[in-house]
């Protein structure tokens, strides 16, 4: 089976600016993708691309399409949420289910009512009454009730509190994925998404700086909290980052001779927010 | 289809001027005719009478027309900038629907959706009006405005004139669609200054009129071309009223002049140009995102 989706040599640039510099992944089905970078590190571009909501150079295919010409066909099988809530202040909630019913052949309007009903917002409302979390909610619920084969989630959960955070990720993982879907999310909140994630790809000034699956991490990068004393001698293992801990400091090394590491301590996986931190200091 | 349907049906929900407007006018045109003087001022033969009432009927259908042409024109001049103002266009561009749709709904809606509502608004309150009149003044006015054949005028007149001015004025609403889906801010200047650039550069550099001329006979070219002026005596009849001298058009079969629309070159190359246009706005949307 093809890969659900494909760059090769992705470039985009916004006049002398690059955001993208000739990026390589793919993404295959079934996974749940964290594209994790920081501010203006070409997340937002790279998600453009993938929607076909922006030109660009180099390969890529979406679902098998090439998405800029082809994006309204590509909605039908692949659905988002950008940045924030961005539902049109003049729309009832209604008319919002009505709509994307009349025009999307894959959303199912008794999953959106379901999901609806859990949040005490009324149909009549419109958008602009609701608070910004609850816009945000009526968002997920619209774009959750499409069968769709790639969902793409741009800091889904932004101006949520903590309690529907956690209730929105609960859903995602348990009422929406299966697989025969693929989900890529971006976050700043590493913490918050790390226990979801199949896969991570770290993004910084428009290149892919980490690419890997989450049962990877482990094999491929290694966390040693080292005493001062043998830190000279550690330090010749070449780590990639260091930061200090608790009268030790933390070495982090990638591909590392694991039976050499052990000597120095316990020998742990690092977090994703861990290697977050320590890829992009 | 099915699609275009639900786009239609959402401009309609997100404008809800469209049909506002037109109630309020034909609500205060219905409260004039119902204590509003409705007598000429002097006596009136029947012949005067069969004369006036064309245009009695007509009067109506002005005033929406004139209320229309400028809404419609904001609606087009609005319709693809609000949606990258408040960043909703990434909600809709995340659903099936191609950018051409979405473009050529909002031309639909602007040219023909839109003028239809006026025109039945219209059509209801020249209705109610003519049976007011009727019923306040039926012995001096009011038996004339029942002459099935004029409605009939009036209908066609109407629908006349929707379909030639969407053609005759196609380039400025290729260009309002273009503003709207190009302008990151201050929509209305990018509407006029262009044009008025244009015309400064070629005045001053060239010392010629070429765009002031074109843009004069587009606004101006429209009346001469669709319709037969006075140089059509057939078209049209005077009488004395008092001490006014009335012209009033005999007949609106008469004053449609669809030959002569249709064969003047300037009907097409504009759109021509119109069409040229909208495909401009149908890029630009397809790139442009946000504001």
Known sequence: ?281 | MHTYMWLVRREFWENRAIWIVPAVIGAVLTIAALFGRIDLGAAISAEQQRMIAPTVLLAYGFTFFAVMSIYSSWYLLECLYTDRKDRSVLFWKSLPITDAATVLTKLFTGVIAIPLVYFLAADVSTLLMAFIVSMRAHAYFGSVLWQPELWLQLHALWLYVIVTTALWFLPLTGWLLLVSAWAKRAVVLWLVLPPLALYGVEHWFFGTHFVGNQLTERALGYLPRAFYDHSNPAAWSTTVIGTDTITAPSSVWRLLNPIGFVSSPATWVGVLVGAAMIYGAIQLRLRRAET
């Not at chain 1, 699956?213 to 040693?224: C, F, G, L, M, N």
């Open chain 1, 1 to 281: 089976m093809p890969a659900l989706i494909e760059a090769r040599d992705l470039t985009k640039n916004y006049g002398s600016q690059l955001a993208l510099n000739r990026v390589n992944f793919t993404v295959e089905s079934g996974r749940i993708v964290g594209l994790i970078g920081p501010n203006g590190a070409g997340k937002t571009s790279a998600l453009r691309a993938i929607l076909g909501l922006t030109a660009y150079r180099g390969h890529l295919a979406v679902l098998g399409r090439e998405p800029f010409a082809n994006r309204a066909a590509l909605m039908r099988e692949a659905s988002f949420i950008a940045d924030v809530a961005v539902l049109p202040s003049w729309l009832k909630i209604e008319q919002a289910i009505d709509f994307v019913a009349g025009v999307h052949p894959r959303f199912r309007r008794d999953r959106a009512r379901a999901l609806l009903a859990k949040t005490q917002i009324t149909g009549a409302r419109r958008i602009r009454e609701l608070s910004k979390g609850m816009k945000t909610l009526v968002h997920l619920a619209l774009t959750m009730a499409i069968d769709a084969r790639l969902l793409v989630l741009d800091e889904p959960t932004l101006g949520l509190d903590i309690l529907a955070r956690r209730s929105f990720y609960d859903a995602l993982v348990n009422d929406y994925m299966d697989e025969t879907r693929t989900i890529l999310i971006t976050t700043h909140q590493v913490e918050e998404v790390e226990n979801l994630l199949t896969d991570v790809l770290f993004i910084d000034e428009g290149r892919i700086v980490v690419d890997c699956s989450i049962d990877d991490i482990a094999a491929r990068y290694a966390a040693v909290a080292v005493a001062d004393d043998k830190l000279v001698e550690a330090r010749a293992l070449r780590p990639f980052y260091e930061r200090p801990q608790l009268g030790k400091t933390v070495l982090y090394f990638e591909q590392p001779d694991f039976a050499k590491l052990a000597a120095f301590g316990e020998v742990q996986r690092p977090s994703v927010s861990d290697l977050f931190v320590a890829k992009l200091s």
